[in-house]
């Protein structure tokens, strides 16, 4: 899978994109990620990206010109073109995995203010990470591939994250590691038994028992 992120501000993703299992995804070309400064295609003659908006208001606005025209260089007929924003579809689960079956994703990030109204006609959907606003696209973007590229075939083990939360509208069980003791508080007794049904019984269990209590609403879907 080919992720070209559109952003005024490419240095942002050098940390996250640096690190861990991202790190050896890119490395092992499992997924491959392009950051694209899009003021490098704006025609202003100051290198300006962005205006005041019509009608007056607070903020600057970004332009058509630069992600007009850099869209356009990148797209091909296997392209999706994702805009970030609060307005978008609230992104989840299912959407990542979803995304693992492209092959070529291009992520806007907005910033400022927003954008042009029109940058929306060349995207092929809208997505939010939440209900709330955060500066720019970045920190969105980067959750975006984040949660792409675990789904993505080879980068972890399918058992990794087949019974991960929200895989199935249940939240994760509970884990422990040694010491089997710690400050008082026990492993519980069971995941010492080596009873592998009666493991796979206990965490389907506490699993609905969480789900209940802290996400009942995902056991409406
Ligand atoms: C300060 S925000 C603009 C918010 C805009 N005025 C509004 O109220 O919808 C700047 C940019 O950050 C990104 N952004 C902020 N919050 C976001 C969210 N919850 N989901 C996705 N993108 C977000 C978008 O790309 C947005 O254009």
Redesign the pocket.
């Known amino acids: 899978m080919k992720i070209d992120i559109l952003t005024l501000f490419p240095d942002m993703f050098e940390g996250v994109f640096g690190e861990s299992i991202l790190k050896r995804a890119i490395e092992e070309e499992k997924v491959k990620i392009n950051v694209v400064n899009f003021r490098d295609y704006t025609k202003d003659p100051h290198n300006k990206v962005d205006d005041t908006p019509y009608g007056g208001g607070a903020?600057m606005v970004l332009t058509c010109q630069p992600i007009f025209d850099c869209v356009r260089d990148l797209k091909t007929e296997d392209s999706k073109v994702i805009?970030?924003?609060?307005?978008?579809t609230v992104y989840n689960q299912d959407m990542a995995y979803n995304f693992t079956h492209e092959k070529h994703l291009i992520i806007?990030?907005?910033?400022?203010?927003?954008?042009d109204e029109r940058i929306r006609s060349i995207c092929d959907m809208e997505?939010?990470?939440?209900?709330?606003?955060?500066?720019?696209?970045e920190i969105?973007a980067m959750l975006l591939v984040d949660s792409i590229t675990r789904l993505l075939p080879g980068v972890i083990t399918e058992e990794s994250f087949i019974e991960d939360s929200f895989s199935s509208n249940l939240l994760d069980y509970p884990t422990y590691t040694k010491p089997r003791v710690y400050e008082g508080m026990e492993v519980p007794e069971v995941l010492l038994s080596g009873d592998h049904k009666k493991i796979e019984e206990y965490r389907y269990n506490e699993s609905l028992r969480i789900t209940k209590e802290k996400r009942p609403d995902l056991l409406d879907k």
């Not at 806007?108 to 954008?115: L, Q």
Request: glycine share 26%; net charge negative.
């Open positions: 903020g805009l970030l924003t609060p307005r978008g806007i990030c907005g910033h400022y203010e927003g954008f997505i939010s990470v939440g209900d709330y606003v955060l500066t720019g696209g969105p």
